[in-house]
């Protein structure tokens, strides 16, 4: 079963421009996450998508920053216009619905990492 | 404000060690507490989880230790290999973290000595 991806592994823009990061998540699972980890510091969390809904945007960090699932499927993040605090990784998450209580884990992608110059 | 502090950042053991990794919170709501291993190139991978109704959890050569009125938990990795070389992050989550609103700690970049 293939796991979380995500694309481009690798992103360098100048300030000003624009980037587009995609991720898709495991095969039904309906929650898909969005984190960020800005070097040397935590992880933060960004948003939550339950199918094509966003459930959480409370970490995002301002108006340049959208988020899409459409179809409930992949989701992407642009962030436009970019700027130097930007640069970091952006990892994608998935998870299963919780069943009986149960948290279903979270699967992490392997992150897009975007420097801004 | 860091609702998640983590200790130490960095680690060195040598193999066969006994590696110890700190962690307190501050929000009384947390009741789901992960623990992730992440290797270089690699996302995020869970390693071992706790909910406060316990006060430890072991998995092979891993365990948790939980003490809720201090609010700290640790992690403790028994018989240290070069294999387990990778950062851990902990975590901590309200609601059993259904939301997946994981608050993570900054990171502990462990190295394991041949």
């Known amino acids: 079963e293939a796991g979380v991806t995500q694309f481009p592994s690798h992103s360098v823009i100048e300030k000003g421009q624009t980037v587009t990061l995609r991720c898709d998540p495991i095969s039904g699972h309906d929650n898909l996450y969005w984190y960020r980890r800005v070097m040397g510091k935590e992880i933060k969390f960004l948003l939550h998508f339950v199918k094509e809904s966003k459930q959480d945007e409370s970490g995002m960090p301002n108006n340049r920053f959208l988020a899409e699932r459409t179809g409930g499927t992949y989701s992407t993040l642009k962030v436009q216009p970019a700027e130097l605090e930007d640069s970091g990784v952006y990892f994608c998450?998935?998870?299963?619905?919780?069943?009986?209580?149960?948290?279903?884990?979270?699967?992490f992608g392997e992150g897009s990492r975007l420097t801004v110059l | 404000q860091q609702q998640v502090k983590q200790s130490p950042q960095s680690l060195i053991v040598q193999k066969g060690g006994i590696s110890i990794i700190n962690c307190a919170y501050e929000?009384?709501?947390?009741?789901?507490f992960p623990w992730y291993q992440q290797f270089p190139g690699k996302g995020p991978a869970l390693l071992i989880a706790i909910r406060p109704d316990v006060s430890e959890k072991k998995e092979g050569r891993f365990t948790i230790s939980f003490n809720k009125s201090a609010k700290q938990f640790s992690l403790h990795i028994m018989d240290s290999q070069p294999g387990d070389s990778a950062t851990y992050f902990c975590?901590?989550?309200?609601?059993?973290?259904?939301?997946?609103?994981?608050?993570f700690g900054k990171g502990t970049k462990l190295s394991v000595k041949p």
């Open positions: 998450a998935s998870s299963q619905e919780k069943i009986a209580g149960v948290t279903g884990e979270l699967f």
């Open positions: 975590a901590a989550s309200e609601e059993g973290g259904s939301q997946g609103n994981l608050i």
């Open positions: 929000n009384t709501a947390f009741d789901y």
